[in-house]
């Protein structure tokens, strides 16, 4: 079975303020994560995946096999990046996703 | 271009009624899929399409059920509406790929059932 946890449901920071939304997940075989992110009043959209090794609106994600770990960090968090974020999960052949509960996610100015 | 296109985007039901939720997508995605979004509990699968005429169960599928009779629509059905049955409900659609690829979302379908 696929699990991804993620233990904060709130976080709160400062403009310019380091950020880290931390996702673990429990899987057998070898993962594919994502990072989703949803603003206020918009739709889901994939924030980055950990295959494409890329920065997106500064964020990154490293893949960390031996703790099975999938943090999202940025550096400097700005207002627009209050939002919800969802870690997810596949694996091999199965395109389904496992999502995490998500994290919301308030930069204060 | 619209991606994923869902209809309605608000509705309330009274307990007992039924009513069917449309998801439609142009990018010729195999796979469609509806999940359900409540409060501390993320998205949560409900069923799921791999292409025409094929629909699986997923995490939370009863008192729901599905139907792709064509390859851009993706409909959901209540039979007899439910209070536990409000929720936000989110339509997606990937392409086949490996890896796998990522999930286009719609903009949400927000239902009351009194």
């Known amino acids: 079975a696929q699990r991804v946890t993620q233990p904060e449901k709130l976080l709160s920071v400062f403009k310019g303020a380091p950020v880290e939304l931390k996702c673990n997940y429990s899987y057998s075989g070898s993962p594919e994560l994502f990072w989703y992110v949803q603003y206020s009043r918009q739709r889901l959209q994939l924030l980055l995946r950990?295959?494409s090794r890329e920065s997106i609106k500064g964020f990154t994600a490293d893949l960390n096999k031996g703790e099975t770990s999938f943090h999202l960090k940025k550096p400097f968090a700005q207002e627009e990046d209050s939002a919800m974020y969802y870690c997810?999960?596949?694996?091999?052949?199965?395109?389904?996703?496992?999502f995490g509960k998500g994290t919301l996610l308030t930069v204060n100015p | 271009n619209a991606g994923v296109t869902q209809t309605p985007k608000f509705r309330v039901l009274k307990t007992g009624q039924s009513m069917t939720l449309l998801c439609a997508q142009d990018m010729n995605h195999e796979y469609m899929y509806w999940y359900r979004q409540d409060p501390g509990m993320g998205l949560r699968l409900i069923h799921y399409?791999?292409?025409?005429?094929?629909?699986a169960k997923g995490e939370v599928p009863d008192g729901y059920n599905v139907s792709r009779l064509k390859k851009q629509n993706f409909l959901l059905g209540l039979e007899s509406a439910a209070p536990s049955q409000t929720s936000v409900y989110f339509c997606a659609s990937s392409s086949y790929g490996t890896p796998n690829q990522p999930q286009h979302f719609g903009d949400g379908t927000r239902l009351s059932i009194l």
């Open positions: 399409s791999v292409g025409e005429g094929t629909t």
């Open positions: 997810a999960l596949s694996g091999g052949s199965n395109y389904k996703l496992t």
């Open positions: 950990h295959i």
